[in-house]
T-cell receptor, first 114, second 111 residues
Framework: NAGVTQTPKFQVLKTGQSMTLQCAQD?????MSWYRQDPGMGLRLIHY???????DQGEVPNGYNVSRSTTEDFPLRLLSAAPSQTSVYFC?????????????FGQGTRLTVV | QKEVEQDPGPLSVPEGAIVSLNCTYS??????FMWYRQYSRKGPELLMY????GNKEDGRFTAQVDKSSKYISLFIRDSQPSDSATYLC???????????FGQGTELSVKP
């Protein structure tokens, strides 16, 4: 059982380039989210999805796109990378319903935009 | 103003000390309150959760929620060097998809 898998683990981009951060989960969770983590800022929600075909914006959505065509996958696309998007990105998945709806996180993608 | 505020520290304590970590929040719709622990270069992992107000104890860890004051706490008794990590509070309403985090507190327990 792999849990939440993020690829790549590290990436360096030039300003203006685009790329897709991959996230896959094998727990059949309905909810998936993308966060970015910056020093002193904690985890800030970028986009989230409550099921296949349904996405919504979080706190810091500008410059990012998402789609959810399957339950398992939730890719995050950077349209035109900027130095301000240098960060560590975490994908998380959560089972719908119940009291203890623990969010499971991937290991993160460290992105540097130069 | 952020919905969830947490003192980022860093916090350094000697081994065996009692540690108190706190968060305040502004959204009265929050019903589920969690504490995540994050070791360096790893993803966060759930440490404890509480639904609505009250206390919850798990070994050396105690979580408290005071909804009237919009204030949550995590206490660590007999702290150990292995407790050195960043602790993040998180909370959400009844919709499970949108989890809001505090800034995280970096804790160092010195032997």
């Amino acid at each position: 059982n792999a849990g939440v898998t993020q690829t790549p683990k590290f990436q360096v981009l030039k300003t203006g380039q685009s790329m897709t951060l991959q996230c896959a989960q094998d727990m059949n969770h309905e909810y998936m989210s993308w966060y970015r983590q910056d020093p002193g800022m904690g985890l800030r929600l970028i986009h989230y999805s409550v099921g296949a075909g349904i996405t919504d914006q979080g706190e810091v959505p500008n410059g990012y796109n998402v789609s959810r065509s399957t339950t398992e996958d939730f890719p995050l696309r950077l349209l035109s990378a900027a130095p301000s998007q240098t960060s560590v990105y975490f994908c998380a998945s959560t089972q719908r319903g119940g009291v203890n709806t623990e969010a499971f996180f991937g290991q993160g993608t460290r992105l540097t935009v130069v | 103003q952020k919905e969830v505020e947490q003192d980022p520290g860093p916090l350094s304590v000697p081994e065996g000390a009692i540690v108190s970590l706190n968060c305040t929040y502004s959204n009265s719709a929050f019903q589920y309150f969690m504490w995540y622990r994050q070791y360096s270069r790893k993803g966060p992992e759930l440490l404890m959760y509480t639904y609505s107000s009250g206390n919850k104890e798990d070994g050396r860890f105690t979580a408290q929620v005071d909804k009237s004051s919009k204030y949550i706490s995590l206490f660590i008794r007999d702290s150990q060097p292995s407790d050195s990590a960043t602790y993040l509070c998180a909370m959400r309403g009844n919709q499970g998809g949108k989890l809001i985090f505090g800034q995280g507190t970096e804790l160092s327990v010195k032997p």
